[in-house]
């Protein structure tokens, strides 16, 4: 009695938490034909074939990986001066979680000013400073984590053979932490890849981004449904794929570190 | 023994320090000094304002609806995420600790809203709320109800996006206070029914006051997420109807890039700086208790 229970209120959250996922999936799928209403892939078809759909796509991608690769560089750099040298730097670490947490409603304002007088307003190298923002420090914060749980031991017989601090951290500390450092990798791109504000005001024509894109599938006579979640489907099936491909590391990463 | 070298350890955290100076430090100070201008985008009229934008604020009859609507939305959708995550996390433990086939399986389709683009799901939310295709008048449909208008009414709208807003979220408290629940220590549960203790007495005496630092690291979370919320906003309701749903956060966006009062949207956004610096501070010191006991343990 008490497991059927148990069950009926784990299905019932199930089925009510995917309802919108799948209503849009059903509306990306309903197509209008003789004013009566069928199942096709007509909107995915016309999505597709829009030119737009495609460049922005583009530079959601560009914009998001330039972003994760320096700032995992430069996480992994800081992460290592933070771990391997004896100094505490908790505070520090502290301070910059923080940092994470500013809204970008109070960034996007100076942005926008400072892009409109470089001429930076509307390009992908602009947006992807902006989400430099946010990336660093989580990058950072994630990674000092999983360098302070490799034994020092190892650095000091790397620099027995001679190895300097700068060889230890790229070809010894970062490829023994490979896995979760990937995975951080993984969910940076997928913040950047979902971000908004920025893209929507520092992004017009050249750079446009497909979130901000979506907006515009918005006519005064109401918004094109079918488009716009034809569009949404295939864009997420990025991130979808990305975590897909790190699963068994996410899983192993934040096991490893809650037992630690 | 690691080598102790200031100079070593600076020389690898500087870059970053430098790039968060340049691209955080910096425009934070900017934002401020915008804040001290009267300043409008399109007329380029811009001069010396001094605290003006912020005492306009404090005085505008404006501010204290946006207040009340901020409070309300932030209030209410965090209240009942924390409710409804609580309460399906005690499901997915007891289903999880039994070992129920599928439970599993289960809690991953649970956590699918967290990893959607806050964006899309609002776009979820306004075909959904659709007056007359959307799925909920659709539903009403059937058992024969008026359609009622989710948000074109400005007694509703408010209400229908702090539903999307708790739809997608809950899901995220329910996966941070289930994390939780399973590293909590059995043995001391389990003295505790020896002891004799009820289901209600180990869950409110013992299991609470130990899960208390993760619930709270959860609700700040989302309540500082929330206050930053403007998706839902821009796409659904515009602040609409009326000003019914006219959240700080989206009040400083619109005076800022559509009224191009920039100066007074640097004042507003400030605001929402300073009240998301407050819980910060409050998070960081529950993160660091909570570093603390691990470290005792």
């Not at chain 1, 017009?204 to 497909?210: I, V």
């Not at chain 2, 809203?113 to 959607?116: A, D, E, G, Q």
């Not at chain 2, 890039?257 to 191009?260: I, R, S, T």
């Given at each position: 009695m008490k497991i059927r229970l148990l069950y009926a209120v784990a299905l019932l959250a199930c089925v009510l938490t995917i309802i919108p996922p799948l209503w849009a999936l059903f509306v990306s799928l309903s197509v209008q034909a003789d004013g009566a209403t069928g199942l096709g892939i007509d909107n995915y078809r016309e999505v597709l074939s829009q030119p737009q759909f495609w460049t922005s796509l583009w530079h959601s991608f560009a914009a998001a990986a330039s972003s994760t690769i320096i700032s995992v560089t430069l996480g992994s750099m800081a992460a290592y001066g933070m771990t391997r040298?004896?100094?505490?730097f908790d505070r520090l670490a502290l301070g910059i979680l923080a940092i994470r947490?500013?809204?970008?409603i109070v960034l996007v304002i100076p942005f926008y000013l400072w892009f409109q007088s470089a001429g930076a307003l509307d390009s992908v190298a602009g947006l992807s400073v902006t989400y430099l923002t946010f990336s660093v420090p989580f990058a950072i914060w994630m990674i000092r984590g999983f360098f302070a749980a490799i034994p020092i031991e190892i650095d000091e017989a790397a620099r027995m053979d001679g190895a300097n601090a700068w060889t230890i951290l790229w070809r010894i500390i970062l490829p023994i932490a490979a896995p979760p450092v990937l995975t951080t990798a993984v969910l940076i791109f997928c913040f950047c890849w979902n971000e908004f504000l920025f893209a929507l005001v520092l992004t017009?024509?050249?750079?446009?981004?497909?979130l901000p894109m979506l907006?515009?599938?918005?006519p005064p006579q109401g918004p094109l449904y079918g488009q716009i979640f034809a569009g949404s489907t295939i864009y997420f099936t990025v991130p979808i794929i990305a975590i897909a491909l790190i699963r068994r590391q996410l899983e192993g990463s934040f096991s490893a570190g809650s037992v630690k | 023994m690691a080598v102790r070298s200031r100079g070593a350890a600076l020389a690898f955290v500087a870059p970053s320090l430098l790039c968060l100076a340049g691209a955080v430090g910096y425009p934070l100070v900017d934002a401020v000094t915008t804040s001290l201008y009267r300043w409008n985008l399109i007329s380029g009229h811009k001069r010396w304002y001094g605290l003006q934008n912020y005492i306009d604020i404090a005085q505008d009859p404006g501010t204290a609806r946006v207040a009340i609507v901020t409070a309300l939305y932030s209030g209410l959708s965090v209240v009942l995420e924390l409710a409804l995550g609580f309460a399906l996390a005690l499901i997915f433990r007891e289903g999880l600790s039994r070992r129920l086939r599928g439970f599993a399986g289960l809690r991953v389709i649970l956590c699918v809203?967290?990893?959607?683009a806050p964006l899309i799901w609002a776009f979820y939310f306004r075909s959904m709320y659709?007056?007359?295709?959307g799925a909920f008048n659709v539903v009403l449909g059937w058992f024969g109800a008026a359609p009622v208008a989710w948000v074109n009414s400005p007694a509703l709208a408010l209400y229908s996006l702090v539903v999307a807003d708790v739809w997608q979220w809950a899901p995220f408290m329910f996966a941070v206070i289930l994390a939780g629940m399973l590293t909590l220590p059995g043995d001391v549960v389990e003295a505790a029914r020896v002891d004799g203790a009820s289901w209600t007495q180990v869950l409110w005496w013992i299991e609470l006051p130990l899960l208390q630092p993760i619930l709270l690291v959860a609700v700040l979370l989302r309540l500082i997420d929330s206050i930053k919320n403007i998706d839902l906003i821009l796409v659904i309701t515009q602040g609409g109807p009326g000003t019914s749903t006219e959240i700080l956060n989206f009040f400083a966006y619109r005076t800022s890039?559509?009224?191009?009062q920039i100066g007074r949207g640097a004042a507003l956004a400030v605001i929402v700086l300073a009240l998301i610096l407050v819980l910060v501070i409050v998070l960081l010191g529950t993160l660091r208790r909570l570093n603390l006991t691990e470290k005792e343990a």
């Open positions: 040298f004896g100094i505490n947490m500013i809204p970008s017009d024509q050249n750079a446009l981004t497909f907006m515009r599938y918005v | 809203p967290i990893v959607i659709s007056p007359q295709f890039f559509q009224d191009f």
